[in-house]
């Protein structure tokens, strides 16, 4: 079965714009997950999303915002842009139960200029 | 607050053993993973423990003491397609994954 996909795969933006990125998860999982990866800071939460409802928000600025669509797709937007949210974007989806692994996207790689 | 300390950067050789520790203080538990992620890779799964002991699965094997809040991952017969960070994550009492910054290592012939 397909993977995790998300796109687009590369990003570049300038400071204080916004951007929207897309993850479809596997077919058949309702959760979906957002993070933030930086060299050197792990996987920082952003949020999760189960069935359109967000059910986990990570400390992030309110310029952070997602949503999920009947279908279970996710986006993910940021808005004002700033240097700093130059990072790799990882998507994950789950069938929504605690015990099970989640299965992670390539991800996006934004850099802000 | 919520906190998972690993080591930054191993090194091992081919062939060997290696132990990587994860140490993890959360508000409550509700299981452990551990993921590879090789350069420019998304992470993927390798084990899940959510009771006491050890899990084994091939070269690989992961053990949890939740009294302690410890961990580790054992990687055995080491090959050089095992250098890659590796990341611990718990999962709080919100069921939210609290990830560790990662165990980046290398493997040397």
């Known amino acids: 079965k397909a993977g995790v996909t998300q796109t687009p795969r590369y990003l570049i933006k300038t400071r204080g714009q916004q951007v929207t990125l897309s993850c479809s998860p596997i077919s058949g999982h309702r959760s979906v997950s957002w993070y933030q990866q930086t060299p050197g800071q792990g996987l920082q939460f952003l949020f999760e999303y189960f069935s359109e409802t967000q059910r986990n928000k990570g400390n992030f600025p309110g310029r952070f915002s997602g949503r999920q669509f009947s279908n279970s797709r996710s986006e993910m937007n940021v808005s004002t842009l700033e240097l700093g949210d130059s990072a790799l974007y990882l998507c994950?989806?789950?069938?929504?139960?605690?015990?099970?692994?989640?299965?992670f996207g390539q991800g996006t790689r934004l850099t802000v200029v | 607050g919520q906190n998972i300390d690993q080591p930054t950067e191993m090194t091992a050789t081919e062939g060997a053993i290696v132990q990587i520790n994860c140490t993890y203080q959360?508000?409550?538990?509700?299981?452990l993973f551990w993921y590879q992620q090789h350069a420019g890779e998304a992470p993927t799964f390798l084990s899940y423990?959510?009771l006491d002991g050890l899990e084994e699965k091939g070269r690989f094997s992961s053990f949890l003491s939740r009294s302690k809040g410890y961990s580790y991952l054992l990687l055995k017969e080491l090959q050089m397609k095992d250098s890659a960070s590796y990341l611990c994550a718990v999962r709080d009492s919100n069921y939210q994954l609290i990830w560790g910054a990662g165990t980046k290592l290398i493997i040397k012939p």
């Open positions: 959360t508000s409550g538990f509700n299981g």
């Open positions: 423990n959510v």
């Open positions: 994950a989806s789950n069938r929504g139960q605690t015990n099970t692994e989640a299965f």
